[in-house]
């Protein structure tokens, strides 16, 4: 269980708070999502199973596209890149700059799980199961 910090609270005050019901979608698409989360090292380009990456596969990301190329060419990497960054930049207008840098501190420094974080983003918007 993640515990709403002293960050989070001063954070749920702030002009920057996103409207709660974007959390409880981003909660929702966690709970539901098919994908299996893998460690946030393997595939770092195209990682689709990190938490931001199963996000921004809601908004329609596809990470997975290129992973079966045996070879990826500068062109193709940067391009991606581009669109990596047009969805990070939809999924943070969406959720806000401070909610998408604490999902990935707390997916990639604290190892919490995909519900862990959904009940966090739902403690965020209010709500408490």
Known sequence: MIQLSEEDLK???????????????????????????????????????SIIGILMSILGWNGKAKINQVKVTEIDWLNNRVKISQFEQRLTNMISAYVFERIIMLDREQRRTALEIAEWLRKMAGLER
């Not at 005050?13 to 090292?41: F, G, M, W």
């Open 11 to 49: 954070f749920k005050k702030s002009a920057e708070y996103p409207d709660s019901e974007n959390l409880i979608l981003a909660a929702i698409a966690l709970e539901t999502t098919e994908y299996v989360r893998e460690k946030y090292q393997q595939n770092l380009m195209y990682n689709q199973q």
